[in-house]
């Protein structure tokens, strides 16, 4: 199931193939840009966590912080950030900020997960082609108001390559080579700062796996999990109980510690009721 294309390059409609066996039903849930909110959480980035809590479309938020031209549209009206239609309304009542400036936001996408992830200037110049200074210049906008986090990677470099390991949001180690050639050095501080991001995402979804395995109303209404994907999970049960389910789900996933969230940051989690993997995203 984790080789499927994803739903974007999914040329043949494949996921219309698993379906829900008769008299049942899907519900499918998984989190929103649940690595970004584990850095936020981690770097205790001041930037992200207010970007969070606002809502809305992250990665439009990101584009306006880093460019000016882009900020000056949103403040002076020419664009809005996202839109809400009421009844009635076919479209937004002036473009909508990813419409408007689309390479800006695509840019702004990139280098969220990007550096998240522990990409440099070097391999992002690559991916645009673009020189490694234009590059640069693109990921220092991107460290302009979020300090923290570039503190929080030098912190974690550091710790690679003197104490041998990195943790993640639970505690559980990535161990790195005694001896280091500088390509090995510097493919341990790519993972230190990857590791306890991508880490800690599989912490929350194994403990929202056993949310939802061990709760009891779930069971009693005939549902069960029938796999995770990433940060995506499958349960399958009867089509009469299918939104008590979901909103079931919902909630362990959004409280998977125990019943509580320990981040410092809210956990989106956006599910839907389906008879195949297609018809659910």
């Known amino acids: 199931m984790q080789n499927q294309p994803a739903l974007e ?4 409609k494949i996921r219309k193939a698993f379906v829900a066996s008769p008299g049942n039903t899907l519900v499918v849930a998984d989190y929103g840009q649940l690595e970004l909110r ?5 770097t205790g980035c001041k930037s ?16 306006m912080n880093m460019y000016p031209h882009v900020r000056e549209a949103v403040e002076n009206g020419q664009v809005i950030l996202e839109w809400h239609p009421e009844p009635g309304e076919d479209k937004p009542p002036v473009p909508l900020l990813k419409d408007a400036f689309g390479s800006e936001r695509r840019k702004a996408k990139m280098l969220n ?5 522990g990409k440099t200037a070097v391999g992002l110049s690559r991916d645009w082609k673009v020189s490694t200074k234009e590059a640069q210049e693109t990921v220092d906008l991107w460290y302009n108001d979020r300090q923290e986090v570039r503190k929080w990677q030098e912190m974690r470099k550091k710790e690679a390559i003197e104490d041998g390991y990195v943790l993640t949001l639970l505690g559980r180690s990535r161990r790195f080579p005694a001896s280091k050639s ?13 590791t306890p991001v991508q880490g800690s995402a599989a912490d ?7 949310e939802i ?4 109303q779930l069971k009693k209404l005939g549902w069960r999990l ?11 049960g009867p089509i009469e109980s299918a939104e008590i389910a979901k909103d079931i789900v919902v909630d362990c996933m959004s409280k998977p510690f125990n019943g509580r969230n320990i981040l410092s940051v809210d956990l989106s989690v956006d599910a839907k009721c389906a008879q195949n993997w297609y018809a659910a995203k």
Request: glycine content about 4%.
């Open 213 to 216: 395995s061990i709760n009891q």
């Open 204 to 210: 929350v979804a194994m403990c929202a796996m056993l």
């Open 48 to 63: 992200m966590m207010e970007a969070f809590k606002a809502g809305g479309d992250f990665h439009s938020r990101t584009a």
């Open 9 to 12: 390059k999914d040329r043949y």
């Open 226 to 236: 029938l796999l995770q994907i990433h940060d995506e999970v499958i349960l399958e």
């Open 38 to 42: 584990i850095l936020a959480h981690l």
């Open 182 to 194: 500088r390509a090995q050095r510097n493919h341990i501080q790519r993972a230190a700062i990857n």
């Open 113 to 117: 997960f990007s550096i998240a992830y």
